[in-house]
């Protein structure tokens, strides 16, 4: 079945939201589009960034999982604590593979649980006491921690009580930087909040601690922002910049630490991987040091090749003719990861729901394997993304804005597509409706995906996921003969 037409996409959408009371259906047919690459800006077709309508089962996390779990959770040397019930602690904990080199508990604590246990007499009597006896614990049994970030849950803001002055104290007493992230799970629509917030706190406690300290510079310091090393991704992205001559001063989150995060700002370019969750440090910045930057994609040789280019044309020759060099050295390798994959998934439909870069970014590794994306959309995404989005998705694709269960079930009835990528809170449905699914937060436990390395692995993915014999023996509900359904439901 060939993709829907632009008058087949926009009948769809009007069907799913059939089932909606009047004013929910006009809630949600806002932020449901047909894709139209002619238009400079989203803001008319689509709206994003808004409370999720109540009763609907949405995909999105909170502020404090857009903190704790995307930025600073993975800086490996620095102890995030989670402060209030252990759910949230517990819960957030290691579910990303953030790959990192060290000693977990020793050196590094990305995979370690660190918790104020917040109980009943906590919420009646504050917790400020029991955060500061934490701290102190912390520091005599894993002296070399570099720092240490206050992630509040949601008791803490309804309760009121001051992380400022106990990080503050505190910092004194160890000399170092203990960081207070207000990132409370009520406040805003999504993560999206929590990754500004945790921006925030990164641009007021850590950014300028070494303003003005000797630091050695060249013509080619770079960092990565943006990258939380899923799988290795931030490594294979790295090994190419190192290749075409970059120096990687910083990456982070990561693999990151608190001295790449202290030394960015001497950087000569900033290249944003996560626009979402990375773009308010970037523009901040920019705007105090002069730093520019830049997004960049290196899903796919395709993309990769025009990152490598844009990249490179921030500087001079040296590093344009190695960004040509690192392409040629790879194409061979990619030619033939394409010869072998493509005849395999060409023609393939895959429909994605994922999180603040995927949805688009993802769309060119598609495109060299020969599958084409019918649907996409973003569960925290703003109207920015969605500008960005538009160009990279071909006309009358569905694209939707924290799709509701309903939404994306219906969606994929219809769209019928060969191949789902999302979040591990749909895989399962998925998997029961007879679709092949590959699960697009965290690789599925497997990757890199970023960089030529990745493509392989991501070639391989694909096509264990979409040509597994499994699919063969489940039938999807719509498929099944309405005299056996009637006789089960007897």
């Given at each position: 079945?060939?993709?829907?037409?632009?008058?087949?996409?926009?009948?769809?959408?009007?069907?799913?939201?059939?089932?909606?009371?009047?004013?929910?259906?006009?809630?949600?047919?806002?932020?449901?589009?047909?894709?139209?690459?002619?238009?400079?800006?989203?803001?008319?077709?689509?709206?994003?960034?808004?409370?999720?309508?109540?009763?609907?089962?949405?995909?999105?996390?909170?502020?404090?999982?857009?903190?704790?779990g995307v930025v600073w959770g993975p800086i490996k040397d620095i102890i995030s604590i989670s402060h209030g019930p252990i759910g949230c602690g517990q819960y957030s904990r290691a579910g990303r593979r953030a790959y990192y080199?060290?000693?977990?508990?020793?050196?590094?604590?990305?995979?370690?649980?660190?918790?104020?246990?917040?109980?009943?007499?906590?919420?009646?009597?504050?917790?400020?006491?029991?955060?500061?006896?934490?701290?102190?614990?912390?520091?005599?049994?894993?002296?070399?921690?570099?720092?240490?970030?206050?992630?509040?849950?949601?008791?803490?803001?309804?309760?009121?009580?001051?992380?400022?002055?106990?990080?503050?104290?505190?910092?004194?007493?160890?000399?170092?930087?203990?960081?207070?992230?207000?990132?409370?799970?009520?406040?805003?629509?999504?993560?999206?909040?929590?990754?500004?917030?945790?921006?925030?706190?990164?641009?007021?406690?850590?950014?300028?601690?070494?303003?003005?300290?000797?630091?050695?510079?060249?013509?080619?310091?770079?960092?990565?922002?943006?990258?939380?090393?899923?799988?290795?991704?931030?490594?294979?992205?790295?090994?190419?910049?190192?290749?075409?001559?970059?120096?990687?001063?910083?990456?982070?989150?990561?693999?990151?630490?608190?001295?790449?995060?202290?030394?960015?700002?001497?950087?000569?370019?900033?290249?944003?991987?996560?626009?979402?969750?990375?773009?308010?440090?970037?523009?901040?910045?920019?705007?105090?040091?002069?730093?520019?930057?830049?997004?960049?994609?290196?899903?796919?040789?395709?993309?990769?090749?025009?990152?490598?280019?844009?990249?490179?044309?921030?500087?001079?020759?040296?590093?344009?003719?190695?960004?040509?060099?690192?392409?040629?050295?790879?194409?061979?390798?990619?030619?033939?990861?394409?010869?072998?994959?493509?005849?395999?998934?060409?023609?393939?439909?895959?429909?994605?729901?994922?999180?603040?870069?995927?949805?688009?970014?993802?769309?060119?590794?598609?495109?060299?394997?020969?599958?084409?994306?019918?649907?996409?959309?973003?569960?925290?995404?703003?109207?920015?993304?969605?500008?960005r989005t538009i160009k990279e998705m071909g006309d009358a694709t569905l694209i939707y804005d924290d799709a509701t269960g309903h939404e994306l079930d219906e969606f994929a009835k219809t769209l019928k597509p060969d191949l789902?990528?999302?979040?591990?809170?749909?895989?399962?449905?998925?998997?029961?409706?007879?679709?092949?699914?590959?699960?697009?937060?965290?690789?599925?436990?497997?990757?890199?995906?970023?960089?030529?390395?990745?493509?392989?692995?991501?070639?391989?993915?694909?096509?264990?996921?979409?040509?597994?014999?499994?699919?063969?023996?489940?039938?999807?509900?719509?498929?099944?003969?309405?005299?056996?359904?009637?006789?089960?439901?007897?």
């Amino acid at each position: 079945m060939a993709a829907l037409t632009r008058e087949e996409t926009e009948s769809l959408i009007q069907e799913v939201l059939e089932v909606y009371p009047e004013k929910a259906r006009k809630d949600r047919s806002k932020h449901l589009m047909v894709n139209d690459k002619s238009l400079e800006s989203s803001k008319k077709c689509i709206t994003s960034n808004r409370k999720s309508m109540p009763g609907v089962m949405t995909m999105r996390g909170c502020a404090y999982a857009g903190s704790k779990g995307v930025v600073w959770g993975p800086i490996k040397d620095i102890i995030s604590i989670s402060h209030g019930p252990i759910g949230c602690g517990q819960y957030s904990r290691a579910g990303r593979r953030a790959y990192y080199v060290g000693t977990t508990g020793v050196d590094v604590y990305g995979d370690m649980c660190f918790t104020s246990d917040f109980q009943e007499k906590d919420i009646v009597f504050g917790g400020d006491k029991k955060l500061s006896k934490l701290i102190s614990e912390i520091e005599v049994l894993f002296p070399l921690n570099k720092g240490i970030s206050i992630q509040s849950e949601c008791p803490v803001g309804l309760i009121g009580d001051d992380i400022e002055a106990v990080a503050k104290k505190s910092a004194v007493e160890l000399g170092k930087p203990v960081v207070p992230v207000r990132c409370e799970g009520f406040r805003g629509v999504s993560q999206s909040l929590g990754h500004h917030i945790a921006n925030d706190s990164v641009r007021d406690w850590i950014l300028s601690n070494r303003d003005g300290q000797p630091f050695e510079k060249t013509p080619y310091d770079v960092a990565i922002l943006g990258d939380y090393n899923i799988g290795g991704d931030a490594w294979s992205s790295r090994i190419l910049l190192e290749e075409m001559g970059l120096r990687v001063v910083a990456q982070w989150s990561g693999d990151g630490t608190l001295a790449e995060m202290e030394n960015t700002p001497n950087v000569k370019l900033n290249l944003l991987h996560c626009y979402r969750s990375m773009n308010y440090i970037s523009r901040h910045m920019e705007e105090k040091y002069g730093i520019p930057w830049m997004e960049f994609n290196f899903f796919g040789p395709t993309k990769i090749k025009e990152s490598l280019r844009a990249i490179a044309a921030h500087f001079d020759d040296t590093i344009k003719e190695g960004a040509e060099r690192v392409i040629a050295k790879y194409t061979p390798s990619m030619d033939a990861v394409i010869a072998k994959y493509r005849p395999r998934l060409e023609g393939k439909k895959v429909m994605l729901y994922i999180g603040g870069l995927r949805p688009r970014h993802v769309v060119g590794a598609y495109e060299d394997l020969g599958m084409e994306v019918v649907g996409t959309g973003y569960e925290f995404a703003h109207n920015d993304d969605y500008d960005r989005t538009i160009k990279e998705m071909g006309d009358a694709t569905l694209i939707y804005d924290d799709a509701t269960g309903h939404e994306l079930d219906e969606f994929a009835k219809t769209l019928k597509p060969d191949l789902i990528g999302s979040g591990i809170k749909e895989k399962y449905v998925f998997h029961k409706m007879g679709f092949p699914f590959r699960q697009l937060h965290s690789w599925d436990y497997s990757g890199p995906y970023h960089g030529y390395d990745g493509f392989a692995v991501f070639a391989k993915d694909m096509d264990l996921t979409v040509n597994n014999p499994c699919w063969k023996m489940l039938q999807a509900p719509w498929q099944k003969p309405v005299a056996e359904e009637l006789e089960k439901a007897a």
